[in-house]
């Protein structure tokens, strides 16, 4: 999966994405490969990503909106 964080300032594109975990409104769901359409509010927190080499990473997420479309995850937040 590829997954892009976009800020007014900047973009973020993470590539070979295996899962990712991200704060919900109501809590932490996760998006696994082939995942089904969706588009949901997010609250402030952490996205924890897990690449193909099983390597995680953590990035700040400050709420927002994430689309799931075709193993592309947009993320749009105000800040990293």
Do not use: C, R, W
């Not at 704060?23 to 690449?51: E, M, Y």
């Amino acid at each position: 999966m590829k997954v892009e964080i976009i800020t007014p300032q900047n973009q973020k594109i993470i590539e070979d994405v295996v899962s990712i975990q991200l704060p919900g409104l109501d809590g932490l769901f996760a998006i696994l490969n082939n995942h089904a359409p969706l588009i949901t509010a997010l609250s402030k927190g952490k996205a924890k990503v897990i690449n193909k080499n099983n390597e995680t990473s953590y990035h700040p997420i400050e709420g927002g909106i994430v689309e799931v479309l075709k193993n592309k995850i947009i993320i749009l937040t105000e800040k990293l």
